[in-house]
């Protein structure tokens, strides 16, 4: 297939099928030189491809994660003597491995290829998942906990940039929205899964928590072979496309991504990452979500408990406020998408969030149904805010190597949240209905919606800017090498 006239140029583009090349002041096309009809039949194939497969991945991943609060209602705490400090801790110390690996993880996926790399990650962590069953001593558990953190960091950003080399900048929230939805499906399904899992208690010799932890790293060591030989890397490698639809699937990408179009490795893009004060605005508003989000996501089952259900019960319970926020999370990634929007779909949710501890805090002597209520406020306002923050930065930065990078620095950073959302929730607040972690994460969130609007109003000014150059003025910023974003010709979504 021929190459375009407005793809002609001078930027080599490595996934391409055929040797494109990209004018760095032409790429930019209008995508109504693409047949619609299609670029829709090419997006349906990739979303049935692709999406199910990560979302089914991540929703493994999240379970394996958080299901230490599930085989704490379950008696693990008594059966190897863990004190509520050490608890916290083999919570937190999850995101501290997970933070130090997830960079690294990042280049590597680069460099190796999706596919294998996430084969390899999924073995290991579905094997020490299941391996956490032996634990006997609460050091066994710290150290478990440090390496499943290790070894699950490289999917989560991995999936993120994933989505950003297959899909455009208008597609890429609700593509987040529905892999990061299997997040609180996750919430829901395990546990009604840890309800049923519960009953086992004494078969084989073992307690509920260890048959936990063996049958939910059981499936993701399975799905490894699904990955091996069904995830595609590249547009321009995928064996499910045929050789036109990879062409039309990298066109529309570089028409998509205007002057952006760096792909090869380039360490000057590695370092323009930490001097782009949007990199660290994204830093900042992630963590001050993330730390809610983790608490919540680990602490949710203890939560529930303190609304005077019993154990068995509490496992239940957790399930129809994740399944609500499941929904709310798709409606407002779809909607983003829909209007090209980030601010606002960023901002509200998590000043819903806001609202949900508050409401959390009044309603703490209130009879149950109030205090559930407020409860399902809270964890649809914390999960509808993510699929707009990972589009945002993945959207609003351009070249392969600044925004792969990028969005791992940005995780990694954010995840400390997760390591803080650990201590946040103390065990002597649970007779108070903790206030003081309900406290912690309301202002997290309250100030993270200030900081959203403000970036929000920072990109707009940028792009009025841009707007408003002369043709010297556009020639002499446009003539910087590799300026990624920070082309002229490109526009943030706000």
């Given at each position: 297939?021929?190459?375009p006239a407005?793809l002609?140029?001078k930027i080599?583009?490595e996934?391409?099928?055929?040797?494109?090349e990209?004018d760095?002041?032409?790429?930019y096309a209008s995508?109504?030189?693409l047949?619609?009809?299609?670029v829709g039949?090419?997006r349906?194939?990739?979303?049935?491809h692709?999406?199910?497969?990560?979302?089914?991945?991540?929703?493994c991943s999240?379970?394996?994660r958080v299901n230490?609060?599930?085989?704490?209602?379950?008696?693990i705490?008594?059966d190897i003597?863990?004190t509520?400090?050490?608890?916290?801790?083999a919570?937190?110390?999850?995101f501290?491995?997970?933070?130090?690996?997830e960079?690294?993880?990042?280049?590597?996926l680069k460099?190796m290829g999706?596919r294998?790399?996430?084969?390899?990650?999924?073995?290991?962590w579905g094997g020490i998942?299941m391996?956490?069953a032996?634990?006997?001593t609460?050091?066994?558990l710290?150290?478990s906990?440090?390496?499943?953190g290790?070894t699950?960091s490289?999917l989560?950003p991995?999936s993120?940039y994933?989505?950003?080399?297959?899909y455009?900048?208008?597609?890429q929230?609700?593509?987040?929205?529905?892999?990061?939805?299997t997040a609180?499906?996750?919430?829901a399904f395990?546990?009604v899964?840890?309800?049923?899992i519960?009953q086992m208690e004494?078969?084989?010799g073992?307690?509920?928590?260890?048959?936990?932890?063996i049958?939910?790293g059981l499936?993701t060591v399975?799905l490894?072979?699904?990955?091996?030989?069904?995830?595609?890397?590249?547009p321009?490698?995928a064996p499910?496309?045929?050789?036109?639809?990879?062409?039309?699937a990298v066109?529309?990408?570089?028409?998509?991504?205007?002057?952006?179009?760096?792909?090869a490795?380039?360490?000057?893009?590695?370092?323009?990452v930490?001097v782009?004060w949007?990199v660290?605005?994204?830093m900042?508003?992630y963590i001050?979500?993330?730390?809610?989000?983790?608490?919540?996501?680990?602490?949710l089952p203890?939560i529930v408990?303190g609304?005077k259900?019993?154990a068995?019960?509490?496992q239940?319970?957790?399930?129809?406020?994740?399944?609500?926020?499941?929904i709310f999370?798709i409606?407002f990634?779809f909607?983003s998408?829909?209007?090209?929007?980030r601010?606002v779909h960023?901002?509200f949710?998590t000043?819903v969030g806001?609202i949900g501890?508050i409401?959390?805090?009044?309603?703490k002597?209130?009879?149950?149904?109030?205090r559930?209520?407020?409860l399902?406020?809270?964890?649809?306002?914390?999960f509808?805010?993510?699929p707009a923050?990972?589009?945002?930065?993945?959207?609003?930065?351009g070249?392969h190597t600044?925004?792969?990078?990028a969005t791992?620095?940005?995780i990694?950073f954010g995840n400390?949240g997760?390591a803080?959302?650990?201590?946040?929730?103390r065990?002597?607040?649970a007779?108070?209905?903790?206030v003081r972690g309900?406290?912690?994460c309301?202002?997290?969130?309250?100030?993270s919606?200030i900081?959203i609007?403000?970036?929000?109003f920072l990109?707009?000014?940028?792009?009025k800017?841009?707007?408003n150059?002369?043709p010297?003025?556009f020639a002499?910023?446009a003539?910087?090498?590799?300026?990624?974003?920070?082309h002229p010709?490109?526009?943030y979504?706000?």
């Amino acid at each position: 297939m021929s190459t375009p006239a407005a793809l002609q140029g001078k930027i080599p583009v490595e996934y391409a099928s055929e040797k494109l090349e990209v004018d760095s002041e032409n790429s930019y096309a209008s995508s109504t030189e693409l047949d619609p009809i299609a670029v829709g039949k090419l997006r349906r194939k990739i979303d049935w491809h692709l999406i199910p497969l990560i979302a089914v991945l991540y929703l493994c991943s999240f379970l394996d994660r958080v299901n230490i609060g599930n085989a704490k209602v379950a008696g693990i705490a008594h059966d190897i003597n863990l004190t509520a400090s050490e608890y916290n801790w083999a919570l937190s110390i999850f995101f501290i491995g997970y933070v130090i690996f997830e960079i690294p993880s990042n280049i590597l996926l680069k460099k190796m290829g999706p596919r294998k790399w996430i084969c390899i990650i999924m073995v290991l962590w579905g094997g020490i998942m299941m391996a956490m069953a032996a634990v006997k001593t609460p050091a066994g558990l710290l150290a478990s906990r440090f390496f499943l953190g290790l070894t699950e960091s490289g999917l989560f950003p991995g999936s993120v940039y994933l989505i950003s080399l297959w899909y455009t900048r208008s597609e890429q929230a609700l593509r987040n929205g529905l892999f990061f939805s299997t997040a609180t499906m996750a919430g829901a399904f395990g546990g009604v899964l840890a309800y049923g899992i519960a009953q086992m208690e004494g078969i084989a010799g073992l307690h509920g928590w260890q048959w936990i932890f063996i049958l939910e790293g059981l499936p993701t060591v399975l799905l490894t072979v699904v990955v091996y030989f069904y995830l595609p890397d590249f547009p321009s490698t995928a064996p499910f496309l045929n050789t036109e639809e990879k062409d039309l699937a990298v066109r529309r990408l570089l028409i998509d991504a205007g002057p952006a179009t760096e792909t090869a490795f380039s360490w000057r893009q590695f370092r323009a990452v930490f001097v782009d004060w949007k990199v660290y605005m994204h830093m900042i508003t992630y963590i001050l979500n993330a730390t809610p989000l983790y608490s919540l996501s680990l602490f949710l089952p203890s939560i529930v408990q303190g609304f005077k259900f019993n154990a068995i019960t509490t496992q239940a319970m957790t399930a129809p406020a994740y399944i609500i926020a499941c929904i709310f999370t798709i409606l407002f990634a779809f909607s983003s998408d829909r209007f090209r929007e980030r601010g606002v779909h960023y901002a509200f949710p998590t000043f819903v969030g806001a609202i949900g501890y508050i409401l959390l805090i009044v309603t703490k002597d209130s009879p149950t149904v109030n205090r559930y209520v407020s409860l399902t406020v809270t964890a649809s306002g914390v999960f509808a805010s993510v699929p707009a923050m990972l589009s945002w930065f993945t959207t609003n930065i351009g070249g392969h190597t600044k925004r792969g990078v990028a969005t791992a620095a940005i995780i990694s950073f954010g995840n400390i949240g997760g390591a803080i959302g650990g201590q946040i929730y103390r065990a002597e607040d649970a007779i108070d209905g903790y206030v003081r972690g309900h406290t912690i994460c309301a202002v997290m969130m309250a100030v993270s919606t200030i900081l959203i609007l403000v970036m929000k109003f920072l990109l707009i000014r940028e792009n009025k800017r841009r707007d408003n150059l002369t043709p010297e003025e556009f020639a002499k910023e446009a003539a910087k090498e590799e300026p990624c974003d920070n082309h002229p010709g490109f526009r943030y979504y706000s």
